[in-house]
């Protein structure tokens, strides 16, 4: 929330391609200040394109699907469940 105007902050379609060096600190820090203003906010393509999805390997312009989670899909899931709705 921007407290001068009280106003919520949206982080749009934030990421990183997944091959980038340090790619899944990038993600952490991130998140982490978004998380400490309170701000909301979407992974980019978490499902859609194989440069930003977190399902695929971290391999440069290789789109092979990760049989294991990857250091940036352990990331997003660590944040997703702090966020997650009760059922």
């Not at 312009?61 to 997650?84: H, M, Y």
């Amino acid at each position: 929330m921007c407290r001068k105007n009280k106003v919520r902050i949206y982080i749009s379609e934030f990421g990183v391609a997944r091959w980038a060096p340090n790619a899944e600190r990038y993600i952490r820090e991130s998140l982490e200040v978004y998380e400490e203003f309170g701000w909301d906010w979407s992974f980019h393509a978490l499902h859609e394109n194989a440069i930003w999805s977190p399902d695929y390997e971290p391999r440069y312009l290789e789109s092979v699907l990760a049989k294991e989670p990857t250091p940036i899909g352990l990331v997003l899931r660590e944040f997703f469940s702090r966020n997650r709705v009760a059922d």
